[in-house]
């Protein structure tokens, strides 16, 4: 019974240590995938452009970025790009995390685009609207409901992404919980801990995205259903 009293007190110190970088993980998540959304949403229209070089630029990008590993953009952001101009570590993990996510994003929007029947391009054009008038007031409101569950699901992975940036010194949830680990020898412990509350965060936020799910369920798009 003192050993379990213990190891609950152990574990319940633990928690309240590593809860103080919580919000750092939160932070770095969030911002990345504000960038990321702006990004996915600028490159997934010019994906479904009728202009070439848009389309290429785009392509180009998203080619790019989903091919390299998010670990080595996160050095390329510090190590390189930062050493050039002078980033912050913060700034370089939270734009590599974001331009990395956006790649995927993009992709998502450009589906959800794709969605959207082609007749009603042609019928918008036929009352006289633009081709951006037609993506803006017509398309993207619909496309937008579609893509809403991925693209949260996406942020569920960008928030466990988030503990890569650990690497170059962000003291977030994973690299607090090492630094902890290291001084006290409690590996067992602290990474149980580090694992509940990332599963904790997830869990919450999985909740919160299948509630979105079906506040914009679209009909006849396979979303789940109330």
Request: with cysteine; net charge positive.
């Amino acid at each position: 019974m003192d050993w379990l009293i213990d190891q609950i007190g152990t574990l319940t110190r633990i928690f309240f240590y590593l809860i103080q970088a919580v919000h750092w993980t939160i932070l770095i998540s969030v911002l990345s995938y504000v960038i990321a959304l702006v990004l996915g949403l600028l490159f997934g229209v010019a994906r479904v452009s009728d202009r070439r070089w848009l389309r290429l630029v785009a392509g180009g990008y998203i080619n790019v970025v989903r091919g390299v590993p998010l670990l080595v953009l996160i050095f390329f952001f510090y190590f390189g790009l930062g050493k050039v101009v002078n980033l912050d570590r913060f700034v370089a993990g939270v734009l590599a995390v974001g331009i990395c996510y956006g790649a995927y994003l993009a992709e998502i929007f450009r589906a959800g685009i794709e969605a959207i029947d082609y007749g009603q391009h042609e019928a918008a054009m036929s009352l006289g609207m633009t081709r951006w008038q037609t993506m803006r007031h017509i398309i993207l409101p619909q496309s937008v409901r579609i893509v809403v569950p991925p693209a949260a699901n996406e942020f569920i992975a960008c928030l466990k992404d988030s503990s890569l940036v650990s690497i170059i010194g962000l003291r977030e949830l994973t690299r607090a919980g090492r630094e902890y680990a290291n001084q006290y020898f409690l590996d067992f412990h602290t990474w149980l801990v580090v694992g509940v509350i990332y599963l904790i965060m997830t869990l919450t936020l999985t909740r919160l995205v299948r509630a979105l799910e079906q506040k914009v369920q679209v009909r006849g798009f396979g979303v789940v259903k109330k």
